[in-house]
């Protein structure tokens, strides 16, 4: 399946659910407005809270992310972003993206590596994010003078990783940290590109990446 359609099966499993929920919606507001009759107000209070709230964050975030992700001029990446954004928030994650302005991928890296460079850490975040007490993601693609940079960040259940045992555990064949997986494909697909450089930071709770694309 080519980017194209998988953006479109996103796109249509988007307009399926948002039919579902108006279905529901529908039978929802005959519940309420019977309870409010009723001048139940515990059942109002209920139903507000369990259901209508947490619909319209839900809404309101899958819109953000569409809309930001508009700004992505690729398919192939702006379909994979879609995926692992929709992975993470089925996960209960809480997902920022930063894309402001419109951005094409830089032609240096092929669409391959790029692809499995923002999966790598990604999954990473992901993988991470679901094991910290408040599980965030934050995920920045932007361009600064000649730079191009992508930087992703997330929560952990540690105050802050080890660097540098981290930078270790990446050039084995196995790495069992949370942050380890993945990492020595990482560096690999990065020695492949010697203008591209790669910072780790860490504090508070919270891990980030971030891949500076130079233009030399």
């Given amino acids: 399946m080519n980017s194209l359609q998988v953006y479109t099966s996103h796109i249509e499993e988007m307009y399926d659910n948002l039919r579902l929920f108006r279905h529901d919606y529908k039978n929802l507001l005959l519940s309420l407005d019977d309870a409010i009759k009723q001048r139940n107000i515990d059942q109002v209070e209920s139903i507000f809270n369990r259901v209508i709230l947490p619909t319209n964050t839900k809404i309101d975030t899958q819109n953000t992310v569409l809309s930001k992700l508009s700004q992505v001029q690729s398919l192939e990446?702006?379909?994979?972003l879609f995926d692992k954004v929709s992975l993470a928030l089925e996960k209960?994650?809480?997902v920022n993206l930063e894309i402001e302005k419109p951005i094409t991928p830089s032609s240096k890296i092929d669409t391959i590596d790029l692809i499995r460079i923002i999966s790598i850490l990604f999954d990473n975040a992901i993988n991470a994010a679901t094991k910290a007490k408040d599980g965030k993601i934050n995920f920045a693609f932007f361009d600064d003078q000649n730079d191009q940079i992508l930087i992703i960040g997330n929560t952990?259940?540690?105050?802050?990783?080890d660097l540098q045992?981290?930078?270790?555990q990446s050039s084995r064949i196995l790495t069992p940290a949370v942050h380890g997986l993945g990492l020595r494909n990482?560096?690999?697909l990065l020695s492949r590109y010697p203008f591209i450089e790669n910072r780790l930071d860490s504090h508070n709770h919270y891990f980030e990446q971030a891949i500076i694309i130079h233009p030399n």
């Fill in 77 to 80: 990446i702006k379909s994979l």
């Fill in 186 to 188: 990482l560096r690999q």
């Fill in 165 to 168: 045992r981290l930078t270790k």
């Fill in 92 to 94: 209960g994650i809480k």
């Fill in 156 to 161: 952990t259940t540690e105050e802050k990783v």
